[in-house]
């Protein structure tokens, strides 16, 4: 049927191109036969074998009350003989609609299930409309949903290719490239070998930067372009392109020297919004992957307060921009500024001030990945925000510092030097104990520790090594120190295994662990 529809609509141009009458029909037959042959193509590419059939019925109803209209068009039926026979003849198909979108509905794909409900949606409209003696407008309703349904389903099936291309070659690609880099370089990069489309950071943006601009500016572009487009093509039906050209331009908001906004220029502001996101994400992404490479330290690259500075930047640039292209004049944004300056500098001055404070913080005294304890919370720092600073506790929980607090607290960054922490476990032996074998005892035992994690870093610093110290002459026992270097964020699950390590060799070789005891006399006084 697409093969036909498409066959039809190139044939149809190639002959019947003299006779105006012929002319006007046969161009609106062909626009008639490319719109069904695009619905057709599109869920030939995107729908299962099983799914066809319940596809072509769900859109069967919309697409033959289109080609009714059109031949209502073809063969000029009054306009009093169309507000006889269409609402009607709507109503009917609205109901069929309604029907076999029941019937079928669990067996087409999720999108196409929105799209339909949409479409009925837009019939029950139509025919109101038509009930209400506007048959025109309810036409123009329709034809415009229809032009605009096979835009939606273009740019579905093109998404949808998209994604297969993104699973077939783009992930491939990306794991080969992945398997060429370092260690910590590839623990910074996991998310990304998950899903480009979904956990993307713009870790590959040399590799996934086509595929990025397709899927996060054109898209979307085409989307917002095909709103205006298909109404222009729908009033060109009709012959109101004119019309519909005055009605894009035309400024709906017009205060002189203040504001000038239309629909065009919305449309303007629509396509710089998304070409000045992916400007503001490819911006990030280079300068993430030039620190991932030239950072040396053992957090996260320090790439917050860019981040920051670059969305400042490009969306200062998109909204200065916008004012110009609205005809916002300099001197009315000058006044607004000045009015602005003076009410926010009182109203928010706590805001500005942990603004301030953030923007210290981001500099180099935090970064994100980053271990401190402050106040007793000791935990992983998620975000940096201008206001607040978030840190995971080791619960799971989080907590939000604001900067101003944290920044006036000595706080303790565990992981800014390294990422290692120094562990002193007290054990106490009996008098007697030979120190030097319980020394040599435990320090062999406790190097099971030193095996490294998923990530390939080593549990416990070996470079420091594993000590047992003397501290003091107890009441009961003989007090020693394990001392070692571990893993920050691992601290709580490695002292647990080297308490467990310590307590099974010192049982193992029968060393006695002492414990306080105390002896109690119970005098018996004879009675009197």
């Known amino acids: 049927m697409a093969g036909s529809v498409i066959l039809f609509a190139v044939v149809v141009m190639r002959l019947f ?25 599109s869920l030939l590419i995107r729908a299962k074998g099983s799914q066809i059939k319940s596809c072509f019925v769900v859109y069967s109803p919309i697409l033959l009350m289109g080609f009714l209209i059109i031949m209502f068009r073809i063969i000029f039926i009054t306009n009093n003989l169309v507000e006889v026979l269409f609402p009607p003849v709507l109503l009917l198909f609205t109901i069929w609609q309604w029907f076999v979108m029941r019937r079928h509905k669990a067996k087409i794909p999720a999108s196409d299930t929105s799209y339909t409900l949409i479409s009925f949606a837009v019939m029950i409209v139509s025919c109101a409309a038509s009930w ?10 329709f034809i415009w949903w229809i032009f605009q349904l096979t835009a939606i389903q273009a740019i579905t099936c093109v998404n949808d290719m998209t994604k297969k291309y993104e699973i077939r070659y783009l992930m491939s690609k990306i794991r080969k490239h992945e398997k060429g880099i370092g260690t910590k370089a590839a623990g910074a990069l996991a998310l990304d070998i998950i899903s480009p489309s979904k956990k993307t950071k713009g870790n590959h943006i040399e590799i996934t930067w086509m595929y990025d601009l397709f899927n996060k500016t054109l898209v979307p572009l085409f989307i917002v372009l095909s709103i205006l487009f298909c109404v222009y093509l729908a009033a060109g039906i009709f012959d109101l392109t004119e019309s519909c050209k005055v009605v894009f331009y035309k400024n709906f908001i017009n205060i002189p020297d203040v504001c000038e906004l239309s629909l065009w220029k919305m449309l303007i502001v629509s396509v710089l919004l998304f070409i000045f996101r992916f400007v503001s994400y490819v911006s990030k992404a280079l300068y993430k992957k030039y620190r991932l490479s030239h950072d040396t330290g053992n957090g996260d690259a320090n790439i917050t307060l860019a981040n920051n500075l670059i969305s400042i930047v490009v969306w200062g640039a998109f909204f200065i921009f916008v004012l110009i292209l609205l005809h916002v004049p300099k001197s009315g944004i000058s006044i607004v500024t000045a009015g602005l300056a003076t009410g926010v500098g009182f109203a928010m001055k706590d805001v500005l001030e942990n603004f301030f404070y953030g923007m210290s913080l981001m500099t180099g005294r935090i970064r994100v990945g980053d271990f401190i304890e402050c106040d007793g919370i000791r935990g992983k720092v998620d975000s940096i925000t201008y206001q607040s600073t978030q840190v995971i506790t080791s619960d799971g929980c ?57 990530e390939g870093i080593s549990q416990v610093d070996s470079a420091k090594g594993i000590s047992v110290i003397l501290d003091e002459f107890g009441d009961n026992s003989v007090n020693l120190y394990v001392i070692f270097w571990t893993l920050v964020e691992d601290k709580l699950r490695i002292c647990g295994e080297a308490k467990e390590i310590i307590y099974n060799t010192l049982t193992k070789n029968e060393i006695d662990i002492p414990f306080p005891q105390r002896t109690v006399y119970i005098k018996e006084f004879p009675q009197k």
């Open 17 to 41: 191109m003299s006779h105006n009458f012929i002319l006007m029909a046969s161009k609106l037959l062909v626009e008639f036969a490319c719109l069904v042959g695009a619905v057709l193509m």
């Open 132 to 141: 209400y003696g506007y048959s025109l407008l309810s036409v123009q309703i």
């Open 398 to 454: 989080i907590i939000a510092f604001l900067n101003s607090s944290l920044f006036n607290k000595n706080f303790k960054n565990l992981t800014r030097n390294h990422g290692y922490e120094l562990v002193k476990l007290p054990i106490g032996v009996a008098y007697g104990a030979n120190i030097n074998e319980v020394r040599s005892l435990l320090v062999d035992a406790l190097a099971a520790l030193e095996k490294p994690n998923k």
